[in-house]
């Protein structure tokens, strides 16, 4: 995996110095639908990946996890059918395509949730991303009090520095870190990360989101594509989606 990261960034660093439009080497948000209805597609694979990314020990038992499963090899072969290229499913030469930056952006993002969750049960909770309203910023949690802070780089004097506020506290919810289904997740695709754990005494989802500049917590469901998760259903079902419900 850290081949895998080192490569993106060479590669999109060299693309943005040629001024092109970086909006077509986004990472994907999630893998589109006509691609995880395909036959090939395992679901329940991304289910773990996903959703149950501490059963990964290491990056490396996630990136064999990645290529075993054949989720890595089925995106690159409906992406091709989906785009009309073919070259986006022959690995010797898909590079020159934004498609794989779309995919392989996206698997990084995979690989960040895990190390993110890794940091959260070393007594490191932190991560990195867009929360707010800018790309880098960095999201802690400390569980002694049960709050969250956001930092943010600002310029001082000519240089630059990380400025530390309290955003919001978790503490109604009892401590975070206890080995709870937990996840940092663009879940609503507005490039802005959102806090996503089910509370072990009822089994409920809540969803916290910096969107005002302040930690909101609301209460969501997740469901199956096509039908709602049952409440006493495992994360190995199947992938998720969530709608928010009114609390």
């Not at 091709?80 to 030469?93: C, F, K, P, Q």
């Not at 005002?212 to 495992?234: A, C, F, H, M």
Request: aromatic content about 12%; charged content about 30%.
């Amino acid at each position: 995996m850290s081949f895998h990261r080192s490569f993106i960034t060479r590669a999109l660093d060299w693309y943005r110095r040629q001024n092109l439009d970086p909006r077509l080497v986004e990472p994907w948000p999630s893998v589109p639908e006509p691609i995880r209805r395909a036959p090939c597609y395992d679901q329940g694979a991304e289910g773990r990946i996903l959703y149950q990314p501490g059963t990964f020990r290491s990056s490396d038992e996630l990136g064999r996890f990645i290529e075993s499963s054949g989720v890595h090899g089925c995106i690159h072969q409906e992406a091709a059918v989906l785009y009309g290229d073919d070259e986006i499913n022959d690995l010797d030469i898909a590079p020159q395509n934004t498609v794989f930056y779309n995919i392989h952006g996206m698997i990084d993002r995979w690989w960040r949730n895990w190390e993110g969750l890794g940091r959260f049960r070393e007594g490191m909770p932190y991560w990195s991303g867009t929360f707010l309203d800018a790309a880098g910023e960095v999201l802690r949690y400390e569980s002694e009090s049960g709050s969250w802070w956001l930092g943010r780089t600002e310029s001082f004097k000519g240089e630059e520095r990380v400025e530390w506020g309290a955003v919001g506290d978790s503490s109604a919810f009892g401590e975070i870190a206890d080995g709870r289904p937990f996840r940092i997740w663009d879940t609503d695709r507005d490039g802005r990360l959102e806090i996503v754990f089910r509370q072990p005494e009822t089994g409920e989802w809540w969803e916290g989101s910096l969107r005002t500049g302040r930690l909101e917590w609301s209460r969501i469901i997740l469901e199956r594509i096509g039908e709602p998760i049952q409440r006493d259903d495992s994360l190995r079902a199947s992938p998720l989606r969530k709608r928010k419900i009114s609390t």
